[in-house]
């Protein structure tokens, strides 16, 4: 199995841009979520999809963020316009159910994609 | 609001030494701690614990959950140069799986050869 795909890896834009991040969940898999890292923050969650369908989206921090999973084997990430406070590593993660103690599973996460907003 | 709190924040020490890592948490109905390990790309699993005093091991990583004081450590010994990285733990929100995960801020172990 490939995994979580993500890309771009690394992007660089100045502050007023769209940036527009990809994601491409392990087949099969039911959720996928949208997490944000930083030193200051950690990694939070931005929103989940339950088979293409937005569930929970308030970690979506202002209205700039938007998100969309068109279908089962694709989902972007949008923020426009990006300001500087956006740089961070955003993953993008996906799972077969909601694990414990419906199962066993985990979440799988993705390699991230790295934003620098200048 | 759930919380994880992991420490020491960052931990440096010789390659073939002990180390434990913290986690203590804060979430009404329990249901799972998870210990994930990131090195420079994706977190990827190590651990998922739901009973109190029960070990999970593999190779020199062990973790033991107490659900009565609210905190799990992680251990590694004999630790080696590939054991750097940041140990992040994490617990699902109340009533829920993994569908909203809170995780700490992490542990940054480097380890010196």
């Known amino acids: 199995d490939a995994g979580v795909i993500q890309s771009p890896r690394h992007e660089v834009t100045e502050m007023g841009q769209e940036v527009t991040l990809r994601c491409k969940p392990i087949?099969?898999?039911?959720?996928l979520f949208w997490y944000r890292q930083t030193m200051m923050r950690g990694l939070e969650l931005l929103i989940y999809f339950n088979n293409n369908v937005p569930i929970d989206d308030s970690g979506m921090p202002e209205d700039r963020f938007s998100a969309k999973m068109p279908n089962a084997s694709f989902s972007t990430l949008k923020i426009q316009p990006s300001e500087p406070r956006d740089s961070a590593v955003y993953f993008c993660?996906?799972?077969?159910?909601?694990?414990?103690?419906?199962?066993?599973?985990?979440?799988?996460f993705g390699e991230g994609s790295w934003l620098t907003v200048v | 609001e759930d919380k994880v709190v992991q420490s020491p924040l960052s931990l440096v020490v010789h390659e073939g030494d002990t180390v434990t890592l913290n986690c203590s948490y804060e979430v009404t109905n329990f249901r799972s701690l998870l210990w994930y390990k990131q090195e420079k790309k994706a977190p990827t699993f190590l651990f998922m614990l739901?009973?109190?005093?029960i070990e999970k091991k593999s190779g020199r990583l062990s973790s033991i959950l107490d659900k009565k004081e609210l905190f799990s450590i992680l251990n590694i010994t004999a630790t080696q140069t590939g054991d750097s990285a940041i140990y992040l733990c994490a617990v699902p929100g109340t009533n829920f799986g993994n569908e909203k995960l809170t995780f700490g801020t992490g542990t940054r172990l480097t380890i010196i050869p």
């Open positions: 739901t009973s109190s005093g």
């Open positions: 993660a996906s799972s077969p159910d909601r694990g414990f103690p419906y199962s066993g599973n985990t979440i799988y």
């Open positions: 087949s099969g898999h039911d959720y």
